[in-house]
């Protein structure tokens, strides 16, 4: 007996060469806006990005709408995929105060990756941005740091629907669990780059800071020492747990029902028209041939042979 055919992945937001090219500029411009301290010293009197972060902000938001309607454009996303992520959206939203990062609690990416693994790459990307600026405007989390973390959250999404499709099962769990772990503690890293270069002069800082001017190779090496000293034991491992224990207590169950909505939804289902009336009328569906009931032919009866008497 054959094993049974893995499951193909239903993408919402299907990730067309457009789509690509948007999600790669804006990861690249991304990565640009966390990093751009190593290779451009930052003035001292920028405190943390407060003059820039209102950029940022206006440059990301434009690529999150770009993917948005680059799919609605080419059919990509229809309302189902929209009201999805609206849904999907205010559940992140809801489930983040329950957190609220205490001790690295944090309650929302969990649910980010598990709907980056059934809806795919471009609705995780977007679905973070999203949730991220709707759990913010929830809990007055609004600042210049919120356009750092809408980036991080997205690439969260992002890879989660970039994973191995065809593991299943058990497996899949594990493998959901692991990256839960790695995201949580690449999220820690990536927020910590958006204020360390601008820590030099902070009074009892802990750990060594950024020093303008000096070899990328060297202020990664004291940032890497400034993290581990500061969030990877504690907040970073704390969002590792958590995000680990609840794809392993609920990621089945939460698989299955996210799994069920889009085969309902069908969001892959090819969509037709069919042409209309002269007079602009649509035009009456054709019935389906109502099939003729055929007779079946009548057997022919074998005749009996009989038995000649023999002659004396």
Known sequence: MSPPTPAVRTRAIRITPRTALVLTIASIAGLAMFLWPLFASPSPESAAHSGDAPL????????????????MTS????????????VLSAINAALRPLGAGTAGIETVFFMLVLAGRVFGPGFGFVLGCTSLFASALLTAGVGPWLPFQML?????GLGAGLLPERVRDRREIVMLACYGVFSAYAFGFLLNMWFWPFLTD???MVGPAFVP???????????FVFTVL???FGWDTGRAITNCVAIVLVGPAV?????????????????????????????????APTPTPTRAPMATPTP??????KQP
């Open 56 to 71: 940022i902000f206006a440059v990301t938001l434009p690529f999150v709408v770009a993917v948005v309607l680059a799919e």
């Open 255 to 287: 698989l299955a029902a996210l799994r069920r909505t889009a085969r309902k939804a069908a969001f892959e289902a090819p969509i037709r028209f069919e042409p209309a009336e002269p007079d602009g009328s649509p035009k009456p569906a054709t019935p």
């Open 304 to 309: 009996t042979p009989t038995a000649t008497p």
């Open 75 to 86: 059919g990509g996303l229809d309302s189902k995929a929209l009201a999805m992520l609206g």
């Open 213 to 223: 001017g000096d070899a990328v190779a060297d202020n990664l090496h004291r940032f």
């Open 202 to 204: 902070a009074p009892g």
């Open 230 to 232: 500061t969030s990877t």
């Open 152 to 156: 991080a959250s997205a690439w969260v």
